[in-house]
């Protein structure tokens, strides 16, 4: 069973098509990447989790039945556009918030305190919202989504117009939060942080899912048989093979570092036998593409 | 809690704690009853000064039987008129020269007043009413008729036309329509006035949401439906607040006001205050030509007592209009309060909001006017069809109801805004929930159609 599942998703705005057949199956205490390029429709998806809209056709599962209105309160949501009053002071609108996602006022202000005091933003709670600066606004912003302990967490672009200390931070609360048994839905563009942090993925492209699964299993997938092998530097020319192609040489203090194409049909048991006939090897790695790599080539038409 | 609940309390809070807010509402009392109170005032001060006038009688008609006041003294005019200019312009001691020529009962133009500076309106016209009173009475005399005085007097009969309304039980209720006509303005004033104010307020909130980037925040805690309602609902209770501070501040101020001025005035001023207050209820404003200021005068003096005023108010049926009043104060405001949610919604800057609500501030406009002209004609077509019709029934029924309709018209045109406000809330929640979430987009009033039929 899985804390969320979405089931042949279906919704279309005046003729544009947001979403077409989509389904994401999101394991628990997992961080679960939602991919693809601006206007695929992940924040129409993830709006859809959220009860904001509802899909033409499908169907959301929560814990395996049918999700509720009710369970909103369970869901933690930092949406890509987000913001706050700016009139408002920074402690009396987070208990605001955190009481319309059904906590009591009691329970709200302890949790807020905890919160404040490990954010270090306690001495900002009687300002207004307009007197702080961006990095603290966006520090407010993420006790606001996380405070009332939801069991699932959907970050739409959290990293964007962060900077890199508060990105760090951030990474650091959410592994942290899926340690402490949380969801995690996570949708962005920066793929590094994916490679950092998500378990699974779903990229979607042109309103349908265009690759999903765990990202070490994509990764090996994307794989094109390529290799660098470090060895020393032969005296004579480097040897041509049938098994292999050479990408590139590189030779420096006498070691050689050389990238290798495998051909097709050739399993790395068979390269590795005739390298290591023919030379000392200190190291044979295979390439791995990048998550960047992937989106890119999977993306473009 | 629940969720509405506290959408109310915050939308409610913040705008009672804003300084605008306080501000405006202790203010607007006290200026409302300064505004009647210092002019008042003033006029009281300026009495205390006697001005003396010089009268000059070339046949001795007048001189005597001029009275004095506390403004101005009259005195004869010993010296030639070149005498009196050096004490009017140099010494200051006399104020003006009154020369009267010959009888004015057979030449009224031979009156001339003569000052430095340009001569008070108040001693004018002070000195004309008693100059034509006198002349008057000289010219009656000069018929040589017994009685004549009194017959005249008898001929000139004070005339009031008692209105007064047969009951469907053959009881008889002495009504005013002046009065109802008076009720029934204000209450359609308060009412147009609230639909404007805290509509707009309304709107202003739904844009400011939306712009601040919170709206989606909000709405994976609360149903769109529960947001708007919330909105709605607070923002009228901090216009009743309002409402319900002012009747108490200004009865408050009013009060007091009176109570001050009491001491001050004499019974003369008390009597020129509601002279004045005549001359505001019908529209004349000070320094209009003595004519006029007679007539408002005797009007003054037909305004029935007090005893038969509150007499007529009660014949008004007041428990009747308050109740019908609240009804249409609530339904009327929350018609427009979702309409004007619903634009709000599709607008992401402030500067497009006035244009893009002008389809509702002109049945608003469109409704005052014809609760103006249905005042003078209650029961004509107009104000029938206005009066039945959803988006100016708020406003026009309330002129007609001190005047009394018929209960099968008031429950058809409540019962018809009722379900319009209905449909409305609904169509404005479907409009308002896929607004709030759209950005960068010039919205047009065909695409907010299309909204109506998305689904959720």
């Known amino acids: ?301 | 809690m629940s969720k509405i609940g506290l959408i109310i309390e915050r939308e409610y809070m913040t705008r009672v704690k804003k300084k605008s807010f306080i501000i405006l509402t202790f203010l607007m009392p006290m200026m409302l009853v300064a505004l009647v109170a210092v002019p008042l005032l003033l006029s009281s001060v300026k009495s205390s000064e006697v001005k003396i006038v010089a009268v000059s009688d070339s046949d001795g008609l007048y001189l005597k039987r001029l009275e004095n006041n506390a403004q101005y003294k009259f005195v004869p005019a010993k010296d030639g008129l070149a005498t009196v200019r050096k004490q009017i312009a140099q010494e200051g001691s006399i104020y003006a020269y009154l020369v009267i020529q010959g009888d004015l009962s057979k030449d009224s133009s031979s009156v001339n007043i003569y000052t430095v500076k340009q001569a008070e309106l108040e001693m004018k016209d002070f000195i004309s009413g008693q100059l034509k009173d006198l002349a008057r009475k000289d010219k009656i005399a000069s018929y040589k008729i017994v009685g004549l005085d009194k017959i005249i007097e008898d001929s000139n009969p004070k005339l009031s036309i008692n209105t007064i309304k047969w009951e469907k039980d053959g009881s008889e209720k002495e009504s005013s329509s002046e009065l109802a006509m008076v009720i029934g303005m204000v209450a359609t004033i308060i009412i147009y006035i609230f639909i404007f104010a805290y509509g707009a307020m309304v709107m202003n909130g739904v844009i400011e949401e939306k712009i601040n980037r919170i709206v989606e925040v909000i709405v994976s805690s609360v149903k769109p439906f529960d947001l708007m309602m919330g909105k709605i609902i607070g923002i009228a209770m901090v216009g009743l607040t309002q409402v319900l501070l002012w009747v108490i501040l200004l009865g408050g101020t009013l009060g007091i006001a009176s109570y001050a001025l009491k001491d001050k005035l004499g019974d003369g001023q008390l009597q020129k205050f509601s002279t004045q207050m005549a001359q505001s209820q019908t529209g004349i404003h000070p320094g209009a030509n003595t004519v006029q200021m007679q007539q408002i005068t005797t009007q003054a003096n037909d305004i029935p007592d007090a005893q038969r005023i509150i007499q007529m108010v009660s014949n008004l049926n007041l428990g009747e209009i308050v109740f019908w009043f609240i009804l249409y104060f609530l339904a009327g405001y929350l018609l427009y309060a979702s309409l004007f949610a619903a634009f709000g919604s599709a607008i992401d800057n402030q500067e497009d909001s006035q244009q893009f609500v002008l389809p509702l501030t002109i049945p608003v406009l469109f409704a005052l006017y014809a609760g103006m002209y249905s005042a003078q004609n209650p029961d004509g077509p107009l104000a029938f069809w206005c009066s039945m019709f959803p988006l100016t029934s708020p406003i026009v029924m309330m002129v007609r109801i001190p005047f009394g309709v018929p209960l099968w018209e008031l429950l058809v045109s409540f019962g018809l805004l009722v379900l319009t406000f209905l449909g409305v809330v609904k169509m404005a929640a479907k409009i308002y929930r896929t607004g709030i979430l759209m950005y960068g987009k010039k919205v047009t009033y065909k695409e907010l159609a299309k909204w109506l039929r998305y689904k959720n």
């Open chain 1, 1 to 301: 069973m899985y804390p969320l599942e979405a089931k042949n998703i279906f919704k279309s705005f005046a003729g544009h098509q947001a979403l077409t057949d989509v389904s994401i199956q999101v394991p628990g205490q997992q961080v679960y990447g939602l991919l693809g390029p601006n206007g695929a429709g992940k924040t129409t998806l993830i709006r859809i989790i959220n009860n904001i809209t509802a899909p033409d056709s499908g169907q959301v599962l929560w814990e395996g039945r049918p999700m509720q209105p009710s369970d909103i309160a369970y869901i933690g949501y930092l949406p890509e556009e987000r913001g706050l009053y700016k009139k408002m002071k920074v402690g009396e609108q987070a208990l605001y918030l955190a009481r319309l996602k059904g906590l009591s006022k009691q329970d709200a202000q302890q949790r807020l305190k905890y919160w404040f005091d490990k954010f270090d933003v306690t001495s900002w709670s009687n300002r207004k919202l307009e007197e702080l600066s961006k990095g603290m606004a966006q520090k407010i912003q993420f006790i606001i989504t996380v405070v009332h302990e939801p069991k699932l967490l959907i970050f739409d672009e959290p990293f964007s117009g962060f900077d890199p200390l508060n990105v760090q931070l951030l990474k650091d609360e959410i592994l942290y939060l899926k340690n402490q048994g949380a969801t995690v839905i996570f949708s962005t563009h920066n793929m590094s942080s994916v490679e950092e942090i998500c378990d699974e993925i779903s990229l979607i492209n042109k309103s349908e899912v265009v690759l999903q699964g765990k990202v070490n299993e994509i990764r090996t997938r994307f794989a094109k048989g390529i290799y660098v092998l470090k060895t020393d530097a032969p005296a004579g020319r480097i040897p041509e093979s049938k098994l292999y192609e050479t990408l590139s040489t590189e030779e420096k203090k006498g070691k050689l570092t050389m990238q290798i194409q495998k051909k097709a049909d050739v399993t790395t048991r068979e390269l590795l036998v005739e390298l290591s006939a023919l030379y000392e090897i200190h190291g044979f790695e295979e390439e791995i593409s990048s998550m960047n790599d992937i989106f890119i080539q999977t993306v473009q038409p």
